[in-house]
């Protein structure tokens, strides 16, 4: 992977706060709003099938997050402006652990001693409606910003979300390259190659995307977004959110299902999936249960952008459970320790299994063996999330956070995977 040179923190910081002086310099400065996260992510995860090229990666690196908010001007159009400055620092790692997503790393797998980037958004707003250009972080159906390493991603381009038709929010949407949570570079768009089942060098000059979310009734959403990214792919969601009181607490549903075929000029290869998931759950006195099923088919993997998060119910740390007609079922445990007079200490367990995988079109030894034997592939997965947030006093604010699964897989790496974050956030 090529890289910017890159720019110290000092650097970065000035940027922002530029950017925060000129609003500022326009009467913005009433409401905005400052932050600085520092993130510290040690990642470790072991293939337990001894991968030749590489049976471990593992890296411990320290984040800088500046977040800058301005308000708005007055009049009818207000205007503003936003600005997030990020720098990562190595802190340990080597050529044959390289790779885990928190630091870049060129052709000899070594990873950068630090890297930064920033991402500058203007923004407009008129009645309940606002525009974005610039720097992204959409956390949408279709455009799912990813934020579970030591930088976010971002994407360029611009967004328009309105709620001056309530109860019914609208989004549009067109963003044409990214900066990936692990890279400096401005790169085109790509679609996840799924393990070999769509072209990795395949890029789209854009995406556009939009949606309406409709308040039918106080505890239910219906959706439905569109997508399509340029000479690749097109993908359509629709998407049902509800929730009641049911006795002393609450139940929760939501499904979503998301149909996919090719663009254009298909430079990605074929697309042909459906893809349709679902959660069910009930919660009391700290407790949450739920459960659910996903299930896919088609010729094809489930087709999303490279590096950004599914939005599926079966994803997990390791696997996604979404390849081409892959079945899956899970069940997840919640538990709120408030509730027991330790505020800010929860805990959370899931259990997924998958089976049903059509091997054809995966591109690792195991699927190969699969096929001659003219076998289906299947895996299993289970997780752990305990997160402690201090309250008050000095230290509020400060999180530890320990993330903990193990994957089994006869299609793939088997993988052991940990991730401790400690993380502090201070209002500036």
Same mark, same amino acid.
């Given at each position: ?41 040690y ?13 471990? *990666?593992?890296?411990?690196a ?30 340990d790692?080597? +050529? ?7 630091? +870049? ?47 976010p ?13 309530? +109860? ?5 949407g067109r ?5 990936? *949570? ?49 000479d ?8 049902l959110?509800?929730?009641? +009181? ?6 929760f ?48 993997a ?36 408030a ?59 400060l ?30």
């Amino acid at each position: 992977m090529t890289t910017r040179p890159h720019r110290s923190l000092n650097t970065v910081i000035c940027l922002c706060l530029a950017g925060g002086a000129s609003s500022a310099s326009a009467g913005l400065i009433e409401d905005a709003k400052a932050s600085l996260e520092l993130r510290n992510f040690y990642y470790s995860r072991d293939f337990r099938d001894g991968t030749p090229s590489q049976s471990k *990666r593992e890296e411990w690196a320290q984040g800088f997050i500046l977040n800058l908010q301005s308000g708005y001007s007055e009049g009818p159009v207000g205007f503003g402006m936003d600005a997030i400055g990020m720098l990562g620092i190595k802190l340990d790692s080597s +050529p044959d652990r390289s790779g885990t997503g928190l630091l +870049p790393r060129g052709a000899d797998k070594r990873a950068a001693d630090d890297y930064s980037k920033l991402a500058v958004t203007a923004k407009a707003r008129i009645a309940a409606s606002e525009l974005r250009i610039g720097g992204l972080n959409p956390v949408l159906p279709l455009m799912a910003s990813n934020n579970s390493r030591l930088l976010p991603q971002v994407f360029n381009g611009v967004q328009l979300v309105s709620r001056d038709l309530d +109860p019914l929010t609208l989004t549009l949407g067109r963003v044409d390259s990214v900066k990936l *949570r692990d890279s400096t570079n401005s790169e085109d768009l790509s679609v996840t190659t799924q393990f070999g089942g769509y072209a990795a060098s395949a890029t789209g000059d854009h995406q556009i995307y939009g949606g309406v979310d409709y308040q039918a009734l106080p505890g239910l959403v219906l959706s439905f977004h569109a997508s399509e990214l340029d000479d690749i792919f097109r993908r359509d969601y629709y998407g049902l959110k509800f929730n009641a +009181p049911v006795g002393a607490g609450k139940a929760f549903a939501e499904m979503r299902y998301f149909d996919a075929r090719g663009s254009g000029r298909e430079l990605a290869g074929d697309v042909d999936n459906r893809t349709f998931s679902s959660n069910f759950g009930y919660s009391l006195h700290g407790h949450a249960l739920s459960a659910g099923y996903q299930k896919g088919s088609g010729d094809t993997a489930f087709a999303y952008l490279t590096g950004t998060d599914t939005y599926l119910f079966g994803e997990m740390l390791v696997s996604t459970f979404s390849l081409a007609n892959e079945r899956a079922v899970y069940a997840g445990y919640g538990y709120d320790f408030a509730a027991l007079g330790i505020p800010g200490l929860t805990l959370n367990l899931r259990y997924v299994n998958g089976d049903d995988v059509d091997p054809t079109n995966i591109a690792t030894s195991k699927s190969a063996q699969l096929r001659a034997r003219d076998e289906k592939g299947h895996e299993w997965e289970r997780s752990s999330d305990i997160i402690y947030v201090v309250q008050s006093g000095p230290l509020k604010n400060l999180s530890l956070r320990w993330r903990n699964a193990t994957n089994r897989s006869n299609y793939a790496d088997s993988a052991d995977e940990n991730r401790v974050i400690l993380s502090y956030v201070i209002s500036l």
